[in-house]
């Protein structure tokens, strides 16, 4: 959704860090350009002037105009107040303790994303080791509870419709329906509304007072821009949010309501939702966004990722690879691994200048690569994928045939393949393993203890295919080192 914004910000950084040493006026210019950026992506205009302000206060200073590295500085300026900007801390979703079932209420104008975000939250919930229970308050949408019952059954969480005509009367049943199946959270998905519908309106205050929530979220789609500040104003004023859920960030529009939301609001932003899956819902870390945002990437979202999908199997394939090599098969199960964590594209934007690969490479980096890769493959013999070096030009061929490929794709693949091979050859010397699996020197249990809990930490069985899917293309996108 930044593409334009991070690609705007990050060329501004590129002239300044062109300067030996800056001046007032070189400041000054790059404020400018921060201000344009800002409001070309839809941040509210109020929201941009303090920020530039706050800006180019902290960088109109002896400490970073007459610094060695002054351009860096006003990059960190930047990120900090970004940071600020989109709420400093991460805020995590608050429940009662003495209170059970806790109620988690669900509010938003139509079309932002409600009934889909109550059954993400209900998915998040349930990994978290509670018992979710979806109450189906939509009584005036065609269809609503049944979007939400089909939602429901996908992730194996109980949905509450009640007589499906009096939304008041739902979420109050749903308190009871919940303690007679022991569901310890209620998630009450409302009707979407609009802020001058004084009767919807009233019906989300009826709500609140019938269940009292523990918690009420605001579900704001990313692609409001400007409007934002009277969408939010009238239900603070009505229903009074404890926080916001960003719907729709993985979306091609500006997304200056995403970076307005928390200064226009007061209200932290406590979920984001990245993709159209159960598990695309995740928890907000402002310092993150802001750091992709700046093209600087988010390590720790890709290692969170692998360690999802990382288990005690993988983890001892790794260390099959270490002792025995890479295979075809090995190489194939990390594409696996990749579809897990969220698909090529989520895990190239989370890399340092991530953003701006993406927007370089096009359709080069979608899923129709991953599965190229993955029919080639699957094209091999179990002797071929056992021992790739044993392809030789006449089974490339019968390779590319039956894949629907080229030679050159194969080719590619190969190289892929040779490329992680000779990784894998030179950290198994790291810790000195013969490929027969025989100790060398003082290599000890000991050692490979550590290194398989280094593995299982980093989930390197997801990492390693995310590291080697086309390396020379990524290398050639990232543009510069970071």
């Given amino acids: 959704m930044f593409n334009s914004l991070s690609d705007r910000l990050q060329g501004t950084f590129d002239k300044l860090r062109g300067k030996g040493r800056l001046t007032e006026d070189d400041i000054n210019s790059a404020m400018r350009e921060i201000r344009m950026a800002l409001l070309e992506a839809d941040v509210n205009y109020r929201v941009v002037k303090t920020f530039v302000s706050a800006c180019k206060e902290k960088c109109m200073t002896s400490e970073v105009l007459d610094s060695l590295t002054p351009a860096q500085n006003v990059v960190m300026i930047v990120l900090d107040q970004l940071t600020k900007l989109l709420g400093s801390t991460e805020s995590k979703l608050v ?19 409600k009934t889909t975000a109550a059954a993400k939250l209900a998915y ?27 939602l429901g059954n996908e992730i194996s969480v109980p949905v509450f419709r009640g007589d499906g005509k009096d939304a008041v009367a739902v979420a109050r049943d749903s308190i009871q329906e919940a303690v007679d199946h022991l569901n310890d959270i209620v998630i009450v998905d409302t009707a979407g509304r609009l802020q001058v519908d004084e009767e919807m309106m ?54 200056g309501g995403a970076l307005s939301v928390r200064e226009v609001t007061g209200k932290p932003i406590k979920f984001v939702s990245m993709g159209e899956k159960p598990d695309s819902l995740e928890v907000f870390h402002p310092d993150r966004m802001a750091k992709r945002i700046l093209g600087m ?14 288990d005690e199997k993988q983890v001892e394939d790794a260390e099959r690879m270490l002792l025995e090599g890479f295979t075809m098969d090995d190489y194939l199960g990390q594409l696996q691994q990749i579809r897990k964590m969220g698909g090529l594209q989520k895990m190239i934007g989370m890399l340092p200048g991530g953003e701006r690969m993406l927007q370089q490479a096009g359709n080069q980096a979608d899923e129709s690569q991953l599965t190229k890769v993955e029919s080639i493959i699957r094209s091999m013999t179990k002797e071929e994928r056992k021992k790739p070096k044993k392809i030789n030009g006449q089974r490339r061929k019968r390779i590319a045939a039956g894949s629907g490929h080229t030679v050159q794709d194969v080719n590619q693949v190969l190289k892929q393949w040779d490329q992680m091979n000779k990784m894998m050859g030179k950290m198994r010397q790291m810790t000195q393993v013969s490929p027969k699996g025989k100790k060398k020197g003082s290599t000890s249990r000991k050692q490979m203890r550590q290194m398989r809990g280094m593995m299982k930490n980093m989930g390197i069985g997801g990492m390693n295919g995310l590291g080697n899917m086309d390396m020379d293309q990524i290398a050639k996108l990232g543009g510069k080192k970071f």
């Fill in 95 to 113: 429940l009662a303790q003495n209170r059970t079932p806790n109620v988690i209420m669900l509010v938003g104008l139509q079309g932002s994303g």
């Fill in 202 to 255: 009233q019906e989300a205050v009826d709500i609140k007072s019938a269940v009292k929530p523990d918690q009420i979220l605001m579900v704001v789609d990313a692609m409001t821009g400007q409007d934002i500040v009277n969408v939010v104003r009238e239900f603070a004023e009505r229903v009074d949010f404890d926080g916001v859920i960003m719907s729709k960030l993985d979306g091609d529009a500006r997304g």
């Fill in 124 to 150: 998040l919930l349930k990994g978290q080791g509670h018992s979710p229970l979806l109450a189906a308050c939509d009584t005036h949408r065609p269809a609503a509870a049944d979007q939400l019952q089909t």
């Fill in 297 to 310: 990437g988010d390590v720790y979202g890709i290692i969170e990722q692998a360690q999802k999908v990382a």
